[in-house]
């Protein structure tokens, strides 16, 4: 079968192009609910603080925690109309490879309650100040 379409030229192929990646972009910074910057926070330092339980249930712990932790970021981005995209802001997402970086830390050094405690907090604490560079970049206030 003949296709039958114009074919477009450079200069709209370029236009074409271009209004996907605006488009996608919008997309991505979509402003999230402010209430699941701190519930996500508290998830991933339940995440963290699962290295505390007893050796038998640690992964169990964690892998219940992180479902969770899909389940809510899953649902509020459907109902957003968004899943399963992850923001432009470089500075939430260096945050949120930081406080993976402590939960995964956390494992390390299960042996040491304080330590991981600490790496908990920290983890909460980073994704907490990734979530401020995230508001701030889809233009709402903090």
Known sequence: MENIERVPDANEAREALASIDVAQRAVRDTPWPTWIYPVNAVLLGGMALAALAPE??????????????????????????????????????????????????????????????????????LYLAGSVAHRRSTGRPR
């Not at 964690?62 to 649902?75: G, P, S």
């Not at 968004?82 to 949120?96: E, N």
């Open 56 to 125: 038998h249930r640690r992964l169990t712990t964690l892998w219940a925690v992180a479902l969770v932790v899909i389940a809510v970021n899953a649902t509020v981005g459907y109902r957003m109309g968004t899943p399963w995209t992850w923001p432009t802001s470089r500075v939430f997402l260096a945050s949120v490879v930081a406080a993976g970086a402590c939960v995964a830390a956390a494992f390390v050094v299960t042996g040491h309650t304080a330590l991981t405690v600490a790496l908990a907090v920290a983890a909460a604490a």
